[in-house]
C-alpha cells in the first residue's frame, strides 16, 4: 500500500522548549521526518525557543544530533538533513522575563499559520500564553499547543483552562494526548464506524468485557520527581487510558469532525461509574538484587528517593459506563511500570454462544478482538473453528491476525503519534486533541476514587519487576469469573 501525503500550509512553528528532551526526541525527529515525506511547504518554518544562550549553528547542530540519534538509518540523508535545518531559527527566550520576545515578534510572517508548541513544564504555560499577546506576537487565528500533564486535579485543571482562556479561544487549542495520534487508535475508529460488521455487536448484549492494558518494562527512570507526585493513575489512566476507553464506548458520532468525536467522548466520561474500594488495586514494583548475569534492580521509592512513598507505579481497576449501550458491562484498565513486556493493547471479549451444539463444551473459548498499540500495531480476532484432521468435531481456537507491518509495504509512510499530530494542528484540525471539558470531566471522575484512596492512608501492594504486577490485580478478575490476558510482548 502506498500512502498518499498532502502538503500542509506554509507555518511559522514556534517550539517553546525547543532545547528540552521531547523536543530531541520526539518533535524535531518528527519534523524532520514530515519534511523527507515532502509535508512541508518550502516556506515552512520552525522557530526553537528555549532558555538557553546558543546561535543558531548551535542549535542546527544540536538538532542534527537529534536526527542521527533517533530517526531511522534509511531516512538520514545529509543533503536533505541541511535543507531541513536551514528551517530552522533560534532565540533565547525567558518565559517569565522579556528576554527573546522582541526578536521572535521580529522573525514571525504574516499570511502564514502560526502555531505555538509549549513543550515547557505546565507551570510556564500559563506565562507562555499572556507573553504571546503582551507582545502581539499571538493572533486570533494562532495555535497553541499545550503538552501534558494537563493540570493534577480538577481545581488545577479548570485554573490551567481559565488561564489559556484568557488569551486564546478553545478552537486555537490543542492539548495534546500522543496516544490519540497513534494509527492504530485511529483505525479503531475505522473499524468501529466503516464496517457494518461490528457495530451490531458493539453493546452489552454481545461484549462480555472490556480489558485496557498499558504496560512497560522500564522503570520511572528520570521522571522520578514528578512521578512520585502523580503516579499511574494520574499519568496514564485519567488521560490516555481514558481516551482509549472513550473511543471504544461512544456512540457514533455524526460526523468524523472535531466537535462531533469530542462530544460524544465527553458523554462517555460522564456516563463512568465511580471505582468502590474493592474494584481497585494499586502496586509498587519492588527492588531485586543482583542474581547470575543480571544486575540488581531498585525498588519504586529508591527510584524516586522517597522511602516513605505510596505512590502507585502500578494500577488495575474495574470502571462501569451507566448508559443503554454499556450497562453491566465491566471494563478492566491496568496499566503499571516494570512489567514482565511492553504492551498496550485493548481488547474487547464477545459473550458465549446462546446454546452450544457441539458435545464439547469445554473447548470453548471466548471470541476476543484484540486492537495492539505497540508493539507490532493491528488487530487479532479470535474465532472458534473445527480442529483440522479426522477425529470428529473437535474444536481449537484460531487468531485471525492483522499486522498491520505485514499489510503495508515497506516504504509506506506511517507518521508517529507526534508528526501526525503537528500536522494536523498546522491543518486546524482537532479531532484528535481533548477539548477543555473533556479535560475537566475526567478530572472530576479521577479526583474522588484518588481522595477515596488517600483518605484510607493505603500502601500499594508489592510486585516484583518483570511480573504480571501485583497478585491482588488477579483476584480483580477472578472474582467476576474472567481472568486478565497475558501481558505477552
Ligand atoms: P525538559 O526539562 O527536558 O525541557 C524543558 C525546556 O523548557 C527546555 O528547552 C528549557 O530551556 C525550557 N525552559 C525552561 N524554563 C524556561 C523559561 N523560563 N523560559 C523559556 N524556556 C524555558 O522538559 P521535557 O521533558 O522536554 O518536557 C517538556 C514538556 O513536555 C513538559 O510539559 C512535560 O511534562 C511534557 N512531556 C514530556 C515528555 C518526554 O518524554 N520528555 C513526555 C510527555 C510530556
Known amino acids: 500500500m502506498v500512502s498518499r501525503v498532502i502538503p500542509v500550509d506554509p507555518f511559522d512553528l514556534v517550539i517553546f522548549g525547543g532545547t528540552g528532551d521531547l523536543a530531541r526526541r520526539k518533535i524535531l525527529p518528527g519534523l524532520y521526518r514530515r519534511f523527507l515525506a515532502g509535508q512541508m511547504p518550502e516556506d515552512a518554518r520552525i522557530i526553537a525557543a528555549a532558555r538557553s544562550e546558543m546561535d543558531e549553528d548551535a542549535y542546527r547542530a544540536f538538532v542534527a544530533e537529534a536526527i542521527a540519534e533517533f530517526v531511522e538509518p534509511g531516512h538520514r540523508d545529509k543533503a536533505q538533513i541541511q535543507a531541513f535545518l536551514a528551517r530552522l531559527s ?22 502564514v499559520v502560526r502555531a505555538f508548541y509549549f513543550s515547557v513544564a505546565p507551570s510556564l504555560f500559563g ?23 494537563f493540570g493534577r486535579d ?56 472490556v480489558q485496557i492494558t498499558v504496560a512497560e518494562t522500564v522503570g520511572v527512570g528520570g521522571r522520578g520527581e514528578y512521578y512520585d507526585r502523580a503516579g499511574a ?41 465511580g471505582v468502590g474500594h474493592d474494584e481497585i488495586v494499586r502496586g509498587q514494583y519492588r527492588g531485586m538484587p ?38 453491566g458491562v465491566p471494563f478492566y484498565l491496568r496499566t503499571g511500570k516494570k512489567l ?21 463444551d469445554d473447548a470453548w473459548r471466548e471470541n476476543v478482538l484484540a486492537i495492539r498499540l505497540q508493539p507490532d500495531e493491528g488487530m487479532t480476532l479470535t474465532v472458534m473453528i473445527k480442529e483440522p484432521g479426522p477425529g470428529g468435531m473437535r474444536l481449537t481456537e484460531m487468531p485471525l491476525d492483522m499486522s498491520f507491518a505485514d499489510w ?82
Open 90 to 111: 533560534y532565540v533565547a527566550t525567558d518565559a517569565k522575563g522579556s528576554d527573546g520576545w522582541d526578536s521572535l515578534k521580529a522573525l514571525m510572517r504574516d499570511g
Open 127 to 149: 506565562a507562555l500564553a499572556e507573553k504571546l499577546h503582551e507582545y502581539g506576537i499571538a493572533d486570533g487565528d494562532s495555535r497553541i499547543v499545550v503538552e501534558k500533564p
Open 154 to 209: 480538577l481545581a488545577s485543571a479548570r485554573a490551567l483552562n481559565a488561564t489559556l482562556a484568557a488569551h486564546f479561544n478553545e478552537t486555537q487549542i490543542y492539548r495534546i494526548d500522543h496516544y490519540l495520534g497513534k494509527e492504530t487508535v485511529q483505525n479503531l475508529m475505522a473499524v468501529r464506524f466503516a464496517n457494518s460488521l461490528f457495530e451490531p455487536l458493539w453493546n452489552a448484549q454481545h461484549v462480555d468485557h
Open 233 to 273: 493513575m494520574r499519568d496514564m489512566v485519567q488521560n490516555h487510558m481514558m481516551q482509549l476507553l472513550c473511543l471504544i464506548a461512544m456512540e457514533p458520532p455524526y460526523k468524523f469532525e472535531p466537535d462531533a468525536v469530542r462530544d460524544e467522548k465527553l458523554k462517555v466520561i460522564r456516563a463512568l461509574t
Open 340 to 360: 514482565r513486556n511492553r504492551i498496550s493493547e485493548i481488547a474487547i471479549t464477545f459473550k458465549e454462544p446462546p446454546h452450544s451444539i457441539f458435545d464439547e
Open 408 to 489: 503495508l509495504s515497506e516504504d509506506a509512510d506511517i507518521p508517529d503519534a507526534y508528526e501526525r499530530l503537528i500536522m494536523d494542528v498546522i491543518r486546524g484540525n482537532q479531532t484528535l486533541f481533548m477539548r477543555g471539558d473533556e479535560v475537566e470531566a475526567a478530572w472530576a471522575w479521577a479526583d474522588p476514587i484518588i481522595a477515596a484512596w488517600e483518605d484510607r492512608g493505603e500502601r500499594p501492594h508489592g510486585y516484583d519487576p518483570g511480573s504480571s504486577g501485583p497478585e491482588d490485580a488477579l483476584m480483580l478478575m477472578h472474582r467476576d469469573g474472567r481472568r486478565w490476558r497475558e501481558i505477552r510482548g
Open 290 to 327: 543482583a542474581r547470575e548475569g543480571r544486575k540488581a534492580e531498585p525498588s519504586y521509592t529508591e527510584d524516586v528517593g522517597n522511602a516513605h512513598s505510596r505512590t502507585e507505579s502500578y494500577i488495575a481497576l474495574k470502571v462501569g459506563i451507566s448508559n443503554w449501550r454499556w450497562q
